[in-house]
């Protein structure tokens, strides 16, 4: 074994040290570019495993990935509804801690919830956070797929104080947020085997709705003081969420350079859907901005 190849296997088994479950995942870089990481964060009841193949894609370009897993998820039902959205954010703070080690610059991208987590940690850590990648941000549930009764959501607050609902969950209907049919029914079946740290929990708990509207407001609210570069991602015709998330950070975030890209061909899970290798492109694209920025300036003899 080369001395090449024995550093390699020291940083794949110092980089592994940064997941906290079975769950979370890393991809170790290679040349240039593995010094800048990518932080993935998913969404409400989903698991690291659904930012896996964005990672993949991400890391064939050789960054260095890490796909973090949110506090009370990959779980049951009540470790879920325990859990709190301060300690969603804390879960990816602390793995922007420990997966800030082993890189120089990070870019966070989260889905659905998971963008308004990367929003949050980057307004909270400007300093740490060197872009952000958000896609399919959900400030609110206004897809066309939505049933009309979750308009009654901002009376769960009031339910939670009178202690109901605890156990309520709102499911979700087709399409899923997958437009793509065959892809559809095969995580609709992993949603339904009871395994949780497969493809998430089939609904969303009352409780849990209620945390995402609380970080949605607070990130709404800082939204002016974000500064790190922000590439938007939304499907034109996402179920889950409106376009109208995405021209929120476009309108509100003042402070920041956002860039808003706008898919044709798929639905609210766009890192597994048919506009899938788009998504990939363009955050590989953004990553290696943020890159080429961060890159030492050299004069005309390379010093």
Same mark, same amino acid.
């Given at each position: 074994?080369?001395?090449?190849?024995? #550093?390699?296997?020291?940083?794949?088994?110092?980089?592994?040290? @940064?997941?906290?479950?079975?769950?979370?995942? @890393?991809?170790?870089?290679?040349?240039?570019? %593995?010094?800048?990481? @990518?932080?993935?964060?998913?969404?409400?009841?989903?698991?690291?495993?659904?930012?896996? +193949?964005?990672?993949?894609?991400?890391?064939?370009?050789?960054?260095?990935?890490?796909?973090?897993?949110?506090?009370?998820?990959? /779980?049951? *039902?009540?470790?879920?509804?325990?859990?709190?959205?301060?300690?969603?954010?804390?879960?990816?703070?602390s793995g922007l801690q420990r997966f800030g080690r082993h890189v120089d610059h990070v870019v966070v991208a989260g889905l659905s919830m998971g963008s308004l987590l990367s929003l949050a940690v980057a307004q909270k850590h400007?300093?740490?956070?060197?872009?952000?990648? /958000?896609?399919?941000?959900?400030?609110?549930?206004?897809?066309?797929?939505?049933? #009309?009764?979750?308009?009654?959501?901002? +009376?769960?607050?009031?339910?939670?104080?009178?202690?109901?609902?605890?156990?309520?969950?709102? *499911?979700? %209907?087709?399409?899923?947020?997958?437009?793509?049919?065959?892809?559809?029914?095969?995580?609709?079946?992993? *949603?339904?085997?009871?395994?949780?740290?497969?493809?998430? #929990?089939?609904?969303?708990?009352?409780?849990? @709705?209620?945390?995402?509207?609380?970080?949605?407001?607070?990130?709404?609210?800082? +939204?002016?003081?974000?500064?790190?570069?922000? #590439?938007?991602?939304?499907?034109?015709?996402?179920?889950?969420?409106?376009?109208?998330? %995405?021209?929120?950070?476009?309108?509100?975030?003042?402070? %920041?350079?956002?860039?808003?890209?706008?898919?044709?061909?798929?639905?609210?899970?766009?890192?597994?859907?048919?506009?899938?290798?788009?998504?990939?492109?363009? +955050?590989?694209?953004?990553?290696?901005?943020?890159?080429?920025?961060? /890159?030492?300036?050299?004069?005309?003899?390379?010093?």
């Amino acid at each position: 074994m080369s001395a090449a190849d024995g #550093l390699v296997q020291i940083q794949q088994s110092s980089l592994q040290e @940064v997941c906290l479950t079975p769950n979370e995942f @890393v991809m170790p870089g290679e040349g240039p570019n %593995a010094r800048i990481g @990518v932080l993935l964060i998913h969404g409400l009841t989903g698991t690291p495993a659904e930012m896996r +193949l964005l990672g993949k894609g991400l890391n064939k370009q050789g960054f260095t990935i890490y796909g973090v897993q949110l506090a009370g998820h990959c /779980a049951a *039902m009540e470790d879920l509804v325990a859990s709190r959205w301060t300690d969603w954010l804390s879960s990816v703070e602390s793995g922007l801690q420990r997966f800030g080690r082993h890189v120089d610059h990070v870019v966070v991208a989260g889905l659905s919830m998971g963008s308004l987590l990367s929003l949050a940690v980057a307004q909270k850590h400007p300093d740490k956070v060197a872009g952000v990648g /958000a896609l399919s941000t959900t400030f609110r549930y206004d897809g066309w797929s939505i049933p #009309l009764y979750t308009r009654l959501a901002f +009376l769960l607050p009031l339910f939670r104080l009178l202690g109901i609902g605890r156990n309520s969950v709102f *499911m979700e %209907a087709p399409p899923y947020g997958i437009k793509d049919e065959a892809l559809r029914a095969r995580v609709v079946e992993q *949603m339904n085997s009871g395994d949780s740290s497969a493809a998430g #929990l089939p609904g969303n708990p009352w409780w849990s @709705v209620i945390e995402l509207r609380a970080l949605s407001t607070h990130v709404m609210k800082n +939204l002016p003081q974000l500064r790190s570069p922000c #590439l938007v991602l939304h499907a034109k015709e996402d179920d889950i969420s409106s376009v109208s998330n %995405a021209h929120d950070i476009e309108r509100i975030a003042v402070n %920041a350079k956002v860039e808003l890209v706008l898919l044709d061909n798929c639905y609210h899970m766009i890192t597994i859907d048919r506009e899938r290798r788009t998504v990939i492109a363009k +955050l590989n694209e953004f990553t290696a901005r943020i890159a080429y920025a961060a /890159a030492p300036v050299r004069g005309v003899n390379g010093q």
